[in-house]
């Protein structure tokens, strides 16, 4: 009897498997004659069926493209997720303080003045706009800050006092080179451009660079932790600088204040080194200044406590028990002995 039914011959008259065609059918022959043939109860294994090929995932846009791990895109992906982590880790102590908020405002209201100065020489922003819509809520923002923050606005205060009298011993260099013709004095026109007229007298024009310019970046110096005259040169550096930007990409502004030639130049940076040194001096003594043994003396995790020292002590290896400070290297000084120790003063003898 034929093992393999008629219809599945017809159909396919050379199966590749009989045995999967009638399970019923004798077990085909092994390859060894002397092999003993499989059992007709044992069920053979399915045939292992090759994996169906993932399809692509459809692209939502043009702007996705496949990148691989190894490309140099996913390279470029990972530096940059690592370089924001450390970053982002740097910023959190940064803007935990609480005095980010008000060194802020003071930075940049510090400059409302001379910002709206320099857009009326560029002809941008007339300058009676500028007053009303910059410097005058300027002012007010700078009050309310201050009352908020009282030490802040003190230091604030300090900051705007010392560039006040930097902006007066800066002007005595300046006038001497207009006695002498170097250049003319622009201040005057400054007067004339806030109340539109040509007549106004000399003094307002002076009232805005002393308790304006010069006060408001002043006040902008003390909100910044360097101190001394170095920095406060590299301060006036940079005004200069930024003022000689606005002269050389708005031509205009020459007219107004003065032409950027290099005698002109030399002379406005020397003056402004002026600025700057005074600047310096004056805020290193009256505020406080931060050495190196009071930041390795801070306890993980407190606050910084600043010691205002006496410039004729030393700041480092003095007695601490003269109030002097600690040892080099930030260590505290050990215990006096008690025989080296100054005796206790006697009570006062009763009447």
């Not at 450390?86 to 400059?111: D, E, I, T």
Request: contains cysteine.
């Amino acid at each position: 009897m034929d093992s393999y039914p008629a219809a599945a011959r017809a159909a396919d008259p050379w199966p590749a498997d009989p045995w999967a065609a009638d399970p019923w059918a004798a077990a085909p022959l092994a390859a060894d004659p002397y092999a003993t043939p499989v059992p007709l109860h044992v069920a053979r294994p399915p045939a292992a069926r090759p994996p169906a090929a993932r399809p692509p995932a459809a692209r939502r846009g043009r702007h996705e493209r496949d990148v691989g791990e190894r490309t140099w895109q996913a390279a470029v992906a990972r530096d940059a997720a690592s370089e924001d982590a450390r970053l982002l880790r740097a910023l959190q102590p940064l803007l935990s303080l609480p005095s980010v908020f008000p060194r802020v405002v003071y930075l940049a209201l510090g400059f409302a003045a001379i910002t709206s100065l320099a857009a009326a020489y560029a002809e941008k922003l007339p300058l009676p706009f500028g007053a009303g819509l910059v410097l005058l809520p300027a002012v007010v923002a700078i009050l309310l800050v201050s009352m908020r923050h009282r030490p802040w606005g003190g230091r604030a205060l300090l900051g705007w006092m010392a560039g006040v009298i930097a902006t007066g011993i800066y002007d005595c260099l300046r006038l001497s080179l207009v006695k002498v013709g170097v250049w003319d004095d622009p201040i005057p026109l400054i007067g004339q451009l806030l109340l539109v007229n040509p007549h106004v007298s000399f003094l307002w024009g002076y009232v805005w660079r002393f308790l304006g310019n010069g006060g408001g970046m002043g006040l902008a110096f003390a909100m910044l932790p360097w101190r001394g005259v170095r920095s406060g040169i590299l301060y006036g550096t940079m005004i200069c600088l930024g003022l000689f930007a606005v002269l050389a990409i708005w031509p205009v502004a020459q007219t107004h204040f003065f032409p950027l030639t290099p005698v002109v130049a030399a002379g406005a940076m020397a003056g402004h080194w002026v600025y700057g040194a005074v600047l310096g001096f004056l805020t290193a003594r009256w505020l406080p200044p931060v050495h190196a043994a009071d930041l390795a003396a801070r306890r993980p995790g407190g606050p910084l406590q600043v010691r205002r020292v006496d410039r004729r002590e030393p700041r480092s290896g003095a007695d601490p028990a003269a109030g002097y400070g600690m040892a080099p290297g930030g260590a505290p000084w050990p215990a006096r002995p008690q025989s080296a120790r100054m005796p206790a003063r006697r009570p006062a003898r009763q009447r």
